[in-house]
Each structure stands twice: as structure tokens, then as C-alpha cells.
């Protein structure tokens, strides 16, 4: 039976205290991984995510840093290599939250904040946490991105150029780095459900119309892409954007 085993491995998720960032934590401790759970200001959230993991048997941290600025990240990279090792996976999923609306009224700080916290954020990552992949000749990069990107929908413009930057530079990181052993790729999810819409459902039915499989996705359903990623399972996969969406987007060819 083939299984997804992530036993010695360590993964760091930005993001980790978030709706999706806190069932890829779990899902990837659950497959065997040591996992760093990265927050800005969430800190009370990521040691809940902790305590969850090492409650059912894995091994977790904590570690705040700010993935829009180079120092922090390596200060990241430092303290997660010296609580459980050198990170064998990143999970970008850290971005930051801002007003949608039209491209004549985007406030020109929501661009530069997406830009930073997209496009510099998966630089920064490459440039902390690569270059040990290197030397062991293993790595996965996993960036998380959106069906937004494809669909370029009105009042979507600064979040989707920000997360178009983050595809170019992670498709070239993957030209860039294959020869070592280390994947690179990206997981988009569609509207998600997530704890917060359970616990407060949102009017979804226009989008569901829309969804081929006629529903919105799970927040584990996004996880098991990211598991399945991280894992030997997908050792000759690499330059992929998976949309986990039900086919509301569908990359053509």
C-alpha cells in the first residue's frame, strides 16, 4: 500500500497558525514530519496548533518571524534548525489581508504589500532554507497560491499580481534547483472551507453553481496536496501549480 511518510523529515509552514496553515501543520506531523508552526502575530493560535500535534503523538514549535523581511527569515531558519534539524520542506502560506476593490480605488500599499509578502516571501524562504536542501541533495518548496490567479475577477487585482509574481519565481526556482533532488511547486485552492465557515457558513451557492463537482473544498482536502507534495510520491513532480479546486479552474494545454 503506498503511503504518504514523512518520518525524519522537518517542515516549516508560514502561516501555520492560519485556517489553512493549521491543518497542514497537522497533516503533515500526522505523516511522521517535525513541524515548525511560523506566525506573525497569531502566537496564541500557532502554540494551540503546537500543543495539537504533540498532544497525538508528534513533535512541533513555535517561531515568529516576519516573511517579508530577509532577517527574520534567516532568524527563523536558525531557530527552527536548532530546536529540530534543518528544514527538509517549506510550506509558503503566509500572506497578508487587505480590502479588495477596483484597480482605480487599490490603495497603492495593498500592491506593494502583496508583492512583498508573495513574491519576497517565497525569495526570502528560497534564500534561508535551500541551500541545506542543496547539500543533502533532498527538498520540497511548496508555495500556496489561488485560483484567483486564473481567474483575474474584478477587485482581485493586487492579490493576484502578487500571487502571479510568486508562480514566475517558483517555476524558475524549480529550473533552478531540480539537479539537486529538491521539488518545487504550488498548491491553489479554491473558496475553502475552513473552521471559521463552520462555524459561520457562508451564502455559497453561486460559487458551488459554478464548481464542475458542484461543492466548495475542505481545508484537509488542500492539506493532502501539500502531504502528497512533500512526500517521495511525488519525487518526479516539479514546475506544477495543482489547482485543488474541483475544477472551478482548469490550467489548458
Given at each position: 500500500m503506498l503511503q504518504i511518510d514523512l518520518t525524519n523529515k522537518v517542515a516549516v509552514v508560514t502561516g501555520?497558525?492560519?485556517?489553512?496553515?493549521?491543518?497542514?501543520a497537522r497533516t503533515l506531523a500526522g505523516s511522521g514530519?517535525?513541524?515548525?508552526?511560523?506566525?506573525?502575530?497569531?502566537?496564541?493560535?500557532?502554540?494551540?496548533?503546537?500543543?495539537?500535534?504533540?498532544?497525538?503523538?508528534?513533535?512541533?514549535?513555535t517561531v515568529q518571524a516576519d516573511g517579508s523581511d530577509l532577517d527574520s527569515v534567516h532568524a527563523m531558519r536558525g531557530a527552527v534548525a536548532e530546536e529540530l534539524g534543518y528544514a527538509d520542506i517549506i510550506v509558503n502560506n503566509a500572506v497578508h489581508q487587505y480590502d479588495w476593490t477596483s484597480v482605480l480605488e487599490q490603495?497603492?500599499?495593498d500592491y506593494e504589500s502583496?508583492?512583498?509578502?508573495?513574491?519576497?516571501?517565497?525569495?526570502?524562504?528560497?534564500?534561508a532554507f535551500v541551500p541545506h536542501m542543496i547539500e543533502?541533495?533532498?527538498?520540497?518548496?511548496?508555495?500556496?497560491?489561488?485560483?484567483?490567479?486564473?481567474?483575474?475577477?474584478?477587485?482581485?487585482?493586487a492579490y493576484?499580481?502578487?500571487?502571479?509574481?510568486?508562480?514566475r519565481v517558483l517555476r524558475v526556482l524549480a529550473k533552478d534547483v531540480g539537479q539537486h533532488g529538491?521539488?518545487?511547486?504550488?498548491?491553489?485552492?479554491?473558496?475553502?472551507?475552513?473552521?471559521?465557515?463552520r462555524e459561520t457558513p457562508a451564502e455559497d451557492k453561486r460559487y458551488r453553481d459554478l464548481v464542475p463537482m458542484g461543492r466548495r473544498?475542505?481545508?484537509q482536502e488542500i492539506a493532502n496536496a501539500v502531504a502528497f507534495l512533500a512526500s517521495d510520491l511525488a519525487a518526479f513532480i516539479t514546475g506544477v501549480y495543482l489547482p485543488v479546486c474541483g475544477g472551478n479552474v482548469m490550467p489548458k494545454i
Open positions: 501555520g497558525s492560519g485556517e489553512l496553515g493549521r491543518v497542514m514530519a517535525a513541524v515548525a508552526v511560523h506566525y506573525l502575530r497569531g502566537k496564541d493560535r500557532a502554540e494551540t496548533v503546537c500543543r495539537d500535534i504533540i498532544n497525538t503523538g508528534g513533535k512541533a514549535m490603495a497603492t500599499a502583496q508583492f512583498r509578502t508573495c513574491v519576497l516571501h517565497n525569495v526570502f524562504m528560497a534564500k543533502r541533495k533532498w527538498g520540497r518548496v511548496i508555495g500556496i497560491n489561488t485560483e484567483c490567479t486564473m481567474q483575474c475577477s474584478p477587485s482581485q487585482s493576484i499580481a502578487g500571487k502571479a509574481g510568486q508562480d529538491i521539488t518545487v511547486n504550488q498548491v491553489a485552492p479554491g473558496w475553502t472551507i475552513s473552521d471559521k465557515y473544498g475542505e481545508d
